[in-house]
């Protein structure tokens, strides 16, 4: 849409659109890179341009743009040329015409002596508002074609909203620029979204990234530190990083160090020769010799004793371990992985933890946040277990009701993705229908309102409650085809069609929802 020919709704329609776009579980590069081709295709723009500043340089780089020729990497000083002075200044600034502005750095866009004759300019700066703190991140510009000033001043106050609205988004990409600067300083991979693996949900911004360190550090031989609740999903991370690296052929081998007293973790990681020990009547090898050549997982490595860290240490920086009651050292190679719920440095105060193992084996720490931090995860898991537990136990239970699903969300779930899986692996085993409704949750779940159970409820406000949930479920099913409902429902449509007035139920609200996509992949169980 043309923006000299646009009605005067075209800025509503096309922020509409942009808000469309910026969504929590769309990529960051991607949905800014949709910002911009929206923008000009909507409102005539011939390019747009999104400039991030380095923090470590304080330069502005060309980050993204939208342009009909290639364009090459670029960057600005602050107070230089027009966008080097939009950032300094954070005022926007309007070229009517191009070719009659001296300072405007015109080479890098490959723009013909044409376009400067007949191209405008406008660049506002992206501003972002934390804690009381304004801080102005980068700058969004556009070439459009010369147009009166009025509708140019128009088209200034549209791109400071559309600046606003990108704000949060940008100074998240700001910080994955940063990050992976930071990692290819280290000899480290970076790379950009890529689907997640078959076996994992990562709905959320935050687990993406997770996925995205996982990624970065899983080509290296670096040491790993997974940081995190239990139960969410340390030890399934442990073997992407695995399954992506150099090392995947060889095998991955892993122990719970709190599952093993004290005195049998040294014999259990280093081996023990025949008589070192009563009990120890033939030689063993240690998980270390086990793991040559691959990777070796050691989960809850704060319960580690003393001794037993002093050993990990000499294995980590010499390379060679010692059998227990063996006085021959033998050369391992193997990459570690770590991961621990324990605050180590709380462990360090108190004596419990080495100080040298620690940073030796923080050389890449990753951590992964609970599941009440990032619910975006939470249905697309429990649909996974759904589909799990209901072939594994010979049930046709087909999904999951919306007052369940608001159950689902609202919990805080102190057990985690562990916790999320045995939930629903009990409501599979307790249904007896097709849908999954908030009594077949656990009573940790249940609420005295959500259960209509509580006191306050008379028995006809309880029944009430019931016969709404079902009704509006299956009004979601038939897509608000009463007549469907009732034959679901194995009522008479008269009975649907009164129960539907009583509780006052908008049927038109049920015609536009479409019904689910089914999956091609689901993500397996994510607790460690």
């Given at each position: 849409?043309?923006?000299?020919e646009?009605?005067?709704?075209?800025?509503?329609?096309?922020?509409?659109?942009?808000?469309?776009?910026?969504?929590?579980?769309?990529?960051?590069?991607?949905?800014?890179?949709a910002?911009?081709?929206?923008?000009?295709?909507?409102?005539?723009?011939?390019?747009?341009?999104?400039?991030?500043?380095?923090?470590?340089t304080?330069d502005?780089?060309l980050?993204?743009?939208?342009?009909?020729?290639?364009?090459?990497?670029?960057?600005?000083?602050?107070?230089?040329?027009?966008?080097g002075?939009?950032?300094?200044?954070?005022?926007?600034?309007?070229?009517?015409?191009?070719?009659?502005?001296?300072?405007?750095?015109?080479?890098a866009?490959?723009?013909?002596?044409?376009?400067?004759?007949?191209l405008?300019?406008?660049?506002?700066?992206?501003?972002?508002?934390?804690?009381?703190?304004?801080?102005?991140?980068?700058?969004?510009?556009?070439?459009?074609?010369?147009?009166?000033?009025?509708?140019?001043?128009?088209?200034?106050?549209?791109?400071?909203?559309?600046?606003?609205?990108?704000a949060?988004?940008?100074?998240?990409?700001?910080?994955?620029?940063?990050?992976?600067?930071?990692?290819?300083?280290?000899?480290?991979?970076?790379?950009?979204?890529?689907?997640?693996?078959?076996?994992?949900?990562?709905?959320?911004?935050?687990?993406r990234?997770?996925?995205?360190?996982?990624r970065?550090?899983?080509?290296?031989?670096?040491?790993v530190?997974?940081?995190?609740?239990?139960?969410t999903?340390?030890?399934?991370?442990?073997?992407?990083?695995?399954?992506?690296?150099?090392?995947?052929?060889?095998?991955l081998?892993?122990?719970?160090?709190?599952?093993?007293?004290?005195?049998?973790?040294?014999?259990?990681?280093?081996?023990?020769?025949?008589?070192?020990?009563?009990?120890?009547?033939?030689?063993?090898?240690?998980?270390?010799?086990?793991?040559?050549?691959?990777?070796?997982?050691?989960?809850?490595?704060?319960e580690?004793?003393?001794?037993?860290?002093?050993?990990?240490?000499?294995?980590?920086?010499?390379?060679?371990?010692q059998?227990?009651?063996?006085?021959?050292?033998?050369?391992?190679d193997?990459?570690?992985?770590?991961?621990?719920?324990?605050?180590?440095?709380q462990?360090?105060?108190?004596?419990?933890?080495?100080?040298?193992l620690?940073?030796?084996?923080?050389?890449f720490?990753?951590?992964?946040?609970?599941?009440?931090?990032?619910?975006?995860?939470?249905?697309?898991?429990?649909?996974?277990?759904?589909?799990?537990?209901?072939?594994?136990?010979?049930?046709?239970?087909?999904r999951i009701?919306t007052?369940?699903?608001?159950?689902?969300?609202?919990?805080?779930?102190?057990?985690?993705?562990r916790?999320?899986?045995?939930?629903?692996?009990?409501?599979?085993?307790?249904?007896?229908?097709?849908?999954?409704?908030?009594?077949?949750?656990?009573?940790?779940?249940?609420?005295?309102?959500?259960?209509?159970?509580?006191?306050?409820?008379?028995?006809?406000?309880?029944?009430?409650?019931f016969?709404?949930?079902?009704?509006?479920?299956?009004?979601?099913?038939?897509?608000?085809?009463?007549l469907?409902?009732?034959?679901?429902?194995?009522?008479?449509?008269?009975?649907?069609?009164?129960?539907?007035?009583?509780?006052?139920?908008?049927?038109?609200?049920?015609?536009?929802?479409?019904?689910?996509?089914?999956k091609t992949?689901?993500?397996?169980?994510?607790?460690?």
């Amino acid at each position: 849409m043309n923006g000299s020919e646009s009605p005067d709704n075209a800025p509503l329609i096309t922020l509409k659109r942009l808000l469309d776009e910026i969504t929590p579980q769309a990529p960051l590069e991607e949905s800014l890179n949709a910002i911009l081709r929206i923008l000009a295709k909507d409102m005539g723009y011939v390019r747009a341009f999104l400039a991030i500043v380095d923090p470590e340089t304080d330069d502005l780089r060309l980050s993204l743009s939208y342009s009909p020729a290639k364009t090459s990497q670029v960057s600005y000083t602050p107070g230089r040329g027009v966008i080097g002075q939009v950032f300094e200044t954070g005022k926007s600034i309007v070229v009517p015409r191009l070719s009659e502005h001296r300072e405007f750095l015109n080479k890098a866009f490959g723009r013909s002596e044409a376009e400067l004759k007949s191209l405008a300019f406008i660049c506002v700066p992206i501003v972002h508002h934390s804690k009381g703190e304004r801080e102005t991140l980068g700058t969004l510009s556009v070439d459009l074609p010369v147009r009166p000033a009025d509708m140019l001043e128009g088209h200034r106050r549209l791109l400071e909203v559309v600046g606003a609205m990108i704000a949060n988004h940008v100074a998240q990409l700001q910080e994955e620029m940063a990050l992976q600067k930071h990692l290819l300083a280290q000899g480290l991979s970076g790379g950009s979204d890529a689907p997640p693996p078959q076996n994992f949900v990562a709905a959320s911004k935050s687990m993406r990234m997770v996925l995205r360190q996982a990624r970065q550090v899983a080509p290296s031989r670096a040491t790993v530190l997974l940081r995190g609740e239990s139960g969410t999903g340390k030890e399934l991370l442990a073997e992407e990083i695995h399954a992506s690296s150099p090392r995947k052929d060889k095998p991955l081998v892993k122990l719970n160090c709190a599952a093993l007293p004290s005195e049998l973790v040294e014999s259990e990681l280093f081996g023990h020769q025949k008589g070192a020990f009563t009990g120890a009547f033939q030689t063993k090898r240690g998980l270390f010799e086990v793991a040559n050549g691959g990777t070796l997982f050691l989960d809850e490595i704060g319960e580690l004793s003393l001794d037993a860290q002093a050993k990990v240490l000499r294995a980590i920086q010499e390379k060679e371990i010692q059998r227990v009651g063996g006085e021959q050292a033998i050369m391992v190679d193997v990459r570690l992985i770590c991961a621990t719920h324990q605050p180590l440095e709380q462990l360090l105060t108190q004596g419990k933890f080495r100080e040298d193992l620690y940073y030796r084996i923080n050389v890449f720490p990753v951590f992964i946040p609970p599941l009440r931090e990032r619910r975006e995860d939470i249905l697309p898991l429990a649909e996974f277990f759904l589909s799990d537990f209901s072939g594994e136990y010979g049930k046709d239970i087909k999904r999951i009701s919306t007052p369940a699903i608001e159950l689902l969300t609202l919990y805080h779930w102190p057990g985690n993705v562990r916790e999320l899986r045995n939930c629903l692996e009990r409501a599979v085993l307790v249904c007896e229908e097709e849908v999954i409704r908030t009594y077949h949750l656990p009573p940790t779940l249940q609420t005295a309102d959500s259960s209509a159970t509580g006191t306050n409820l008379s028995f006809g406000e309880a029944v009430a409650k019931f016969e709404t949930e079902l009704l509006v479920d299956s009004l979601k099913k038939t897509r608000g085809n009463m007549l469907q409902t009732a034959r679901d429902l194995r009522v008479s449509y008269r009975i649907v069609n009164y129960k539907v007035k009583k509780y006052g139920l908008d049927v038109k609200r049920f015609a536009n929802i479409k019904p689910r996509r089914k999956k091609t992949q689901g993500p397996a169980d994510q607790a460690d």
